[in-house]
């Protein structure tokens, strides 16, 4: 190339800055916020119906918490809370959108559900929905984008400062298969019983920055493996890591994300009653040091919660011990009790340790109602029921 234009190309080419990691804002520690992934069906053969746009309108003229957007696919619609303190506050927001999107889809004819994958929907009938960062993500994604057709509850705590947002995140990451046997109800995929409780969490770990964050106690160094991530231009930013936990520096938060959507709105808001019940044990005691070789037992654990739910064995991370997920679950809630009943969550605890007694979660009341019924479709139907809630039903 001749020398003399060389420099005049080189001129014209602005500078590529990678973005930037967002300040960590402030955050009332153990505050709340929970997302809701939901299905949109239809009342015929209740397989997913595309009314997101129709849903989204009628939704747009209700006063209500929190807020209400259109997600992956346009047979899904995501509600979320506002910041809340107590997982009753969440239930009673959760109840008025519940009870909005209940009327609004009576109007049109279909129906919400609860579930993480919807039991016999094609992905390939699946459409994007239309907006620039979809589009982009099934450009780079291809059919994965409409597999991601699949439902989770995400639950945000608030974390007093970024140092201990991190540390809230790696104690956390110890009860993850906990959080995936309570709340699996994903043991359907395209017609098929999956043999897993939780199906949905298979699509989700297809993605290449899924699985879990780096360890990292400090948010200088948090902020230094961010830079360097951006840098390779293979992230842009903090949407674009799918990870079981991460942190949500623009809310403050922590945000845990292995959850499917329970059948219920009383189900959704225990859950994240359980993860106050967690943080609050965790900034009060103190109880114990995440370490980086509490992972080598994390995919085990994780895999094992999936596939069997509340049946699966758990391996201790500090001792190795191998006991039934259960039984730690039911020990988790008994020491976290105390916490439980200063955060006002302790009937939350009880749901779940009653359903942890029972070795029942919304899996298994899938399976159970298809067992019985022998289709899919009246399976849907009856779960749409149980979103409605009983006053609805009544």
């Known amino acids: 190339m001749d020398s003399r234009i060389e420099p005049q190309l080189h001129s014209t080419i602005p500078p590529v800055e990678a973005p930037t990691l967002e300040r960590f804002r402030e955050s009332a520690a153990l505050s709340l916020g929970v997302e809701l992934e939901l299905q949109l069906v239809n009342t015929h053969d209740y397989d997913l119906a595309p009314y997101s746009d129709e849903m989204l309108r009628l939704m747009a003229k209700i006063p209500l918490p929190g807020s209400v957007v259109p997600e992956m696919t346009s047979s899904m619609i995501e509600v979320s809370t506002g910041v809340c303190h107590s997982c009753s506050e969440v239930l009673g927001e959760l109840a008025q959108m519940r009870d909005a999107l209940v009327r609004c889809a009576d109007r049109l004819n279909i129906a919400c559900v609860g579930g993480g994958t919807h039991p016999f929907q094609m992905w390939h009938e699946q459409r994007i929905y239309d907006r620039p960062r979809f589009r982009q993500l099934s450009e780079l994604y291809g059919y994965l984008s409409k597999q991601f057709t699949i439902f989770g509850q995400h639950v945000h705590v608030g974390c007093p400062g970024p140092d201990e947002a991190l540390l809230m995140l790696h104690r956390m990451s110890r009860y993850i298969p906990h959080f995936i046997a309570l709340s699996a109800s994903s043991p359907f995929v395209q017609g098929q019983d999956t043999q897993f409780d939780s199906a949905r969490l298979n699509s989700v770990f297809a993605f290449p920055m899924s699985g879990r964050a780096p360890f990292t106690l400090r948010w200088e160094e948090f902020a230094r493996f961010f830079a360097k991530t951006t ?164």
């Open 231 to 394: 840098r390779t231009g293979v992230v842009k930013s903090m949407k674009d890591f799918y990870w079981d936990i991460r942190p949500k520096p623009e809310y403050g938060t922590i945000e845990i994300r292995v959850f499917d959507t329970p059948l219920t709105i009383e189900r959704a808001a225990a859950l994240a009653g359980f993860v106050q019940s967690l943080g609050a044990w965790f900034l009060h005691e103190q109880p114990f040091a995440p370490q980086e070789d509490d992972y080598m037992v994390y995919t085990y654990n994780r895999f094992q919660a999936c596939r069997f739910g509340l049946e699966a064995v758990y391996v201790e991370p500090e001792t190795g011990t191998h006991l039934p997920l259960r039984e730690h679950i039911l020990q988790t809630l008994e020491r976290v009790e105390p916490h439980a009943r200063d955060v006002g969550a302790s009937a939350a605890l009880d749901l779940l340790r009653q359903s942890a007694d029972m070795g029942v979660n919304d899996a298994r009341w899938l399976r159970e109602t298809q067992s019985r019924e022998r289709l899919l479709a009246e399976t849907v139907r009856q779960a749409a029921d149980r979103f409605r809630g009983p006053r609805a039903r009544g």
